[in-house]
């Protein structure tokens, strides 16, 4: 990262401003600039962001954010990358044809969220702003893959996350990856991605053509660093990967590392896939005995999705998407439920993986903090409940990820949110994969 990680930093990236009563005559509550050209009281509600200004009847002097001409835009984008449909009037008052949400706010929301693929930062501060953690310079790796999850749907449709247990794991995903890619000749873009978690020293700075060696005595430990796998090597055991640090690093941006270094070393792993194409269950009934042409052209059909709506109060107007895959890890099958609202924004999902013949787990159910309170985590659970039926499985269990174990709103929210559906929590500290906690209930 080019700065250094602080409150003040944190609050002005992610506009985490405090309201304030009106003034005529105020300063830019982000940059102290004058004059202020936009007078607002913004108010929240299921997903929509409503600003009254100065004069019209839903506007609340005691609760006001005053921005220059320079930050008033930042600001709506920033909504706009967080799922808010803006609305520039109160909520007593109609959607005219002016009014931004129906003006093409909607596209310009999108393109703000795609514009952080060139912005490798504002994605950082995305993450930042959902993880409970805003001191630390840092995250957990599955917030990363939840903000990938719901900023970049476009490029996103049927995607799957899960975290892997250990080096041996990573290295097995890895290589049954490199197997399909390479062995059947499909492209990259369609295998699985793997992020590892390892603790760097500071012999990585300047490792000759990124070559990442054991580390000798006196070399200091510079914390925990995420790199992104790109392949194998059975010669010398030698693991792949690009780095975050500019192509000036290494191998113009890319290095090696001993699979004994990732053993060593190993803190964190998740391998993401999409799913829109590769096996299922379904596809792996009838590849018996397939050429290889042949089984290119099956891993390569589109997976099916189905899609429904859900009618909800307040004229919300959802959709729920479903489609199956194999587990990367397990092997086993993994249904997926996305929740959105009615112009496709991801708002909520989970994962139910095939445990045994009498259990199903949930390795993730989120949804995103804009529209929680919203009874999503609620519908969520159900389609658990129905998939145990499905399955015929007579257990659920569901999984707090080390990340929301963190002490305030998000472990909170996951414990309150377990017990009000039933379930019961047992705190044990498990390591692969990391986790603290495992809530069950009988279906």
Same mark, same amino acid.
């Given at each position: 990262?080019?700065?250094?990680?602080?409150?003040?930093? $944190?609050?002005?990236?992610?506009?985490?401003?405090?309201?304030?009563?009106?003034?005529?005559?105020?300063?830019?509550?982000?940059?102290?600039?004058?004059?202020?050209?936009?007078?607002?009281?913004?108010?929240?509600?299921?997903?929509?962001?409503?600003?009254?200004?100065?004069r019209?009847?839903?506007?609340?002097?005691?609760?006001?954010?005053?921005?220059?001409?320079?930050?008033?835009?930042r600001?709506?984008?920033?909504?706009?990358?967080?799922?808010?449909?803006?609305?520039?009037?109160?909520?007593?008052?109609?959607?005219?044809?002016?009014?931004?949400?129906? &003006?093409?706010?909607?596209?310009?929301?999108?393109?703000?969220?795609?514009?952080?693929?060139?912005?490798?930062?504002?994605?950082?501060f995305?993450?930042?702003?959902?993880?409970?953690?805003p001191?630390?310079?840092?995250?957990?790796?599955?917030?990363?893959?939840?903000?990938?999850?719901?900023t970049?749907?476009?490029?996103?449709?049927?995607?799957?996350? /899960?975290m892997?247990?250990?080096?041996?794991q990573?290295?097995?995903?890895?290589?049954?990856?490199?197997?399909?890619?390479d062995?059947?000749?499909?492209?990259?873009a369609?295998?699985?991605?793997?992020?590892?978690?390892?603790?760097?020293? /500071?012999?990585?700075?300047?490792?000759?053509?990124?070559? $990442?060696?054991?580390p000798?005595?006196?070399?200091?430990?510079?914390g925990?660093?995420?790199v992104?796998?790109?392949?194998?090597?059975?010669?010398?055991?030698?693991?792949?990967?690009?780095?975050s640090w500019g192509?000036n690093?290494?191998?113009?941006?890319?290095?090696?590392?001993?699979?004994?270094?990732l053993q060593?070393?190993?803190?964190?792993?998740?391998?993401?896939? &999409?799913?829109?194409?590769g096996?299922?269950?379904?596809?792996?009934a009838?590849?018996?005995?397939?050429?290889?042409?042949e089984?290119?052209?099956?891993?390569?059909?589109?997976?099916?999705?189905f899609?429904?709506?859900l009618?909800?109060?307040?004229?919300?107007?959802?959709?729920?998407?479903?489609?199956?895959?194999?587990?990367?890890?397990?092997g086993? @099958? @993994?249904?997926c439920?996305?929740?959105?609202?009615?112009f496709?924004?991801?708002m909520?999902?989970?994962?139910?993986?095939?445990?045994?013949?009498? @259990?199903?787990?949930?390795?993730?159910?989120?949804?995103?903090?804009?529209? &929680?309170?919203?009874? $999503?985590?609620? $519908?969520?659970?159900?389609?658990?409940?129905?998939?145990?039926?499905?399955?015929?499985?007579?257990?659920?269990?569901?999984?707090?990820?080390?990340?929301?174990?963190?002490?305030?709103?998000?472990?909170?929210?996951?414990?309150l949110?377990?017990?009000?559906?039933?379930y019961?929590?047992k705190?044990?500290?498990?390591?692969?994969?990391?986790?603290?906690?495992?809530a069950?209930?009988?279906?």
């Amino acid at each position: 990262m080019t700065f250094v990680m602080n409150q003040r930093l $944190i609050d002005r990236e992610t506009f985490n401003l405090a309201l304030g009563p009106f003034a005529e005559a105020s300063d830019c509550v982000v940059c102290d600039a004058t004059p202020v050209t936009h007078i607002a009281s913004p108010l929240a509600r299921r997903g929509r962001l409503f600003l009254s200004r100065p004069r019209e009847v839903d506007f609340d002097p005691s609760q006001c954010v005053a921005l220059c001409n320079k930050c008033w835009p930042r600001w709506l984008m920033w909504r706009a990358r967080m799922g808010f449909d803006l609305h520039l009037h109160g909520p007593s008052s109609k959607c005219e044809p002016s009014c931004l949400a129906r &003006r093409g706010g909607r596209y310009a929301q999108l393109v703000s969220q795609l514009s952080m693929l060139e912005d490798r930062n504002a994605g950082f501060f995305v993450v930042k702003a959902i993880d409970g953690m805003p001191r630390v310079n840092g995250s957990h790796l599955i917030m990363a893959q939840r903000s990938s999850m719901f900023t970049f749907r476009p490029l996103h449709r049927q995607y799957y996350y /899960e975290m892997l247990p250990d080096a041996e794991q990573t290295q097995r995903v890895l290589l049954e990856s490199a197997r399909w890619s390479d062995g059947l000749g499909i492209s990259k873009a369609y295998a699985d991605q793997v992020h590892i978690v390892i603790e760097a020293f /500071e012999s990585w700075y300047n490792a000759p053509r990124g070559a $990442i060696q054991m580390p000798t005595s006196g070399d200091h430990s510079v914390g925990l660093h995420a790199v992104l796998l790109t392949g194998y090597s059975d010669v010398g055991a030698n693991i792949s990967f690009i780095n975050s640090w500019g192509p000036n690093w290494g191998n113009r941006g890319y290095g090696t590392m001993p699979f004994e270094y990732l053993q060593r070393y190993f803190f964190d792993a998740a391998v993401t896939r &999409r799913a829109r194409w590769g096996l299922t269950s379904a596809k792996l009934a009838q590849i018996e005995n397939l050429s290889k042409r042949e089984l290119r052209g099956h891993y390569l059909v589109e997976n099916p999705r189905f899609r429904g709506r859900l009618r909800i109060a307040d004229n919300d107007n959802w959709q729920t998407c479903v489609y199956e895959l194999r587990s990367p890890w397990t092997g086993r @099958v @993994v249904a997926c439920v996305e929740i959105t609202n009615g112009f496709g924004l991801k708002m909520g999902w989970a994962f139910f993986r095939y445990l045994s013949p009498t @259990v199903i787990e949930v390795p993730e159910l989120f949804v995103w903090p804009t529209f &929680r309170r919203m009874g $999503i985590g609620q $519908i969520l659970d159900e389609f658990a409940t129905e998939y145990a039926h499905l399955w015929e499985c007579s257990e659920i269990r569901l999984m707090m990820n080390e990340a929301d174990a963190v002490v305030g709103p998000p472990r909170a929210a996951a414990r309150l949110f377990g017990q009000a559906r039933g379930y019961q929590w047992k705190w044990r500290q498990e390591v692969a994969p990391r986790r603290p906690a495992t809530a069950s209930k009988k279906v």
